[in-house]
């Protein structure tokens, strides 16, 4: 897939649930390069995209903090600017069951995700599947919003964290 801003940069999502190899990708993460991030996290396909888009405009204004535009998902993710809490919120644990692998790549060459390295069930990269795994509370207490606060549909929380994310470090 292909952000309409940045033709050149390839991006390529899978979603995998009933991951049985969480502790293995943790293990060798550091030479992988993809970014893995829990699914309980994310409850849509626009708030993971983006902080993909956040990180294709830090890359281009030479303004990335982490090491890669990998690690860089993850802390765009963030509502805050703390490289570690990031990582711990959205970064994979041994318990993961559901999570997200995402490959950027920004030459001519197209993604090639080796769909080898999560032990999982692959399933299609869009709202409904991410739904069904979100873990709501967790997302408010990441992104402090209150449990007071209503919203009509998941597209109300969805935009909530879009903008924390956009908002960050103005």
Known sequence: ?????FPETN?????????SN?????????????????????????????????VLIESKYNRLRTKSLHSEVLLALSPTSNIGEAFKR???????KNLIMVEISQSDSN??????????DIVDFKDE?????????????IYKIDQSVKF???????RATVNAIQLRGL
């Open 152 to 158: 009509e549909d998941i597209s109300e929380l969805s």
């Open 22 to 54: 969480a502790s293995d990708i943790r293990s060798s993460i550091a030479e992988l390069p993809y970014a893995f991030i829990d699914a309980c996290t994310i409850c849509s396909v626009e708030q993971l995209m983006s902080a993909i888009y956040r």
């Open 1 to 5: 897939m292909h952000l309409p801003q």
């Open 129 to 141: 599947n991410l739904q069904k795994n979100s873990d709501l509370d967790a997302i408010r207490k």
């Open 90 to 96: 959205f970064g994979i644990s041994d318990k993961t």
């Open 11 to 19: 991006i390529e999502i899978i979603l995998y649930q009933n991951v």
């Open 111 to 120: 993604c090639s995700l080796d769909k080898t390295v999560v032990t999982g």
